[in-house]
């Protein structure tokens, strides 16, 4: 049997003194007593005689969520470069797009031997209790553990908008085992059919989707044209807009994506205000993933975080891919964040990967907070003064 003490200079355990789950329990030199794995209690003295103290060199925080990532393109050792355009990606983003599926269909592309050595990331740097991974759609990646204490919530992601292969890619949906996913990722509006996204929403599971991403996104949206349009018939010359576009607005997808179980809306970067209200009246069902760092690599227009958040829209982090952002540390996305919104209060960023995101995919059993019946996860993070 295994018992330790562990403590530092702060603890945020992310309980209130209530008992409810929110912004309080920063505790300063406190014990968090450890049996087996499984928190014992949080003391003022340790339990135990073997003690690990970090002091003021690192906070103790609940192992966090990831709430988006691409673990098969671990392989990228950096982001994808197109030096012609650098720092103005937002405008060239379909370049950047099709740069990344010659990447996928390059002989350097493993996707297996890369969510690998992910896997080992994460069991070398501790901190993460759970990764939401858009996965390559019909590869039986393993079991949806890493290690003892970090779950791997598998989404495969589902590309199909041409007849043909809406329909072939519905049957194999169908005969997904349920043992091999957590999830469903609709890539995006202009890879997915409408037929395919009604379909995905009725499964009975939570749709993890990329929307209201790019200004060309919403342009094809609203127009029917652009360079998504053009990028898209260089892969299928007979692609046809008016038979796989959603309505003319990313309300229209969010409309759709209210009737799965949980939607997880990845970016949102041009969401406008009715949309916003629409999220935060569903904001039990629905929320926004914000990635930081891979939303200001492309130089998109400023995240609107602080008016998703006075609306009451939930809002969780992710770390995206190494296709754009340069490692998949979310303590960085953390520190990132806090540099380019300095109005809003740290703890508000801890929620975004600790306690919300582990009460909207029911994780809170074991992850969410520090107390008494979970297991001993944590994250060890420097973070700004």
């Known amino acids: 049997m295994t018992q330790y003490s562990v403590t530092s200079d702060l603890i945020y355990t992310m309980t209130n003194v209530d008992g409810g789950v929110g912004v309080g329990g920063i505790l300063e030199k406190k014990y968090i007593n450890v049996s087996d794995k499984i928190i014992l209690s949080v003391s003022g003295k340790p339990e135990f005689k073997h003690i690990v103290d970090y002091g003021k060199t690192r906070s103790i925080l609940p192992a966090m969520i990831n709430s988006h990532a691409h673990l098969e393109l671990n392989q990228l050792k950096s982001p994808i470069k197109l030096p012609e355009i650098e720092n103005n990606y937002h405008r060239h983003f379909d370049q950047w797009l099709q740069n990344l599926i010659q990447f996928r269909k390059s002989s350097t592309y493993n996707s297996i031997k890369a969510i690998a050595e992910a896997r080992k990331y994460f069991l070398d740097n501790k901190g993460t209790g759970a990764i939401v991974d858009i996965v390559p759609f019909g590869v039986d990646f393993g079991g949806k553990n890493i290690g003892d204490d970090i779950l791997w919530l598998r989404f495969p992601e589902v590309i199909a908008w041409d007849s043909k292969t809406v329909k072939q890619k ?110 935060a009246k569903h904001n039990q069902t629905m929320a926004i ?97």
């Open 170 to 279: 519905i049957k194999q949906i169908n005969k997904l085992p349920k043992e091999n996913f957590d999830g469903l990722s609709p890539h995006a509006p202009q890879t997915v059919s409408g037929e395919v996204l009604e379909f995905l929403v009725g499964c009975g599971v939570t749709i993890s989707m990329h929307l209201a991403e790019s200004a060309d996104e919403i342009q094809l949206l609203q127009t029917r044209d652009g360079k998504l349009l053009n990028m898209m018939r260089r892969f299928d010359e007979n692609y046809d807009p008016s038979k796989v576009l959603v309505g003319r607005r990313a309300m229209d997808y969010l409309k759709l994506l209210s009737r799965a179980p949980r939607a997880l809306v990845v970016h949102g970067n041009y969401l406008d205000e009715t949309e916003i209200q629409f999220l």
């Open 289 to 385: 993933v914000y990635t930081p760092r891979s939303h200001d690599y492309f130089g998109f227009r400023e995240f609107p975080l602080k008016r998703l958040l006075d609306a009451g829209v939930r809002v969780f982090l992710g770390t995206d891919s190494k296709a754009s952002t340069p490692d998949l540390n979310l303590t960085n996305e953390i520190n990132h964040a806090i540099k380019i919104h300095p109005q809003i209060p740290l703890e508000t960023f801890l929620q975004m990967t600790t306690t919300l995101p582990a009460t909207f995919l029911n994780l809170t059993k074991d992850y969410g907070t520090i107390e008494s019946g979970k297991i001993a996860a944590f994250s060890l993070i420097k973070l700004p003064k």
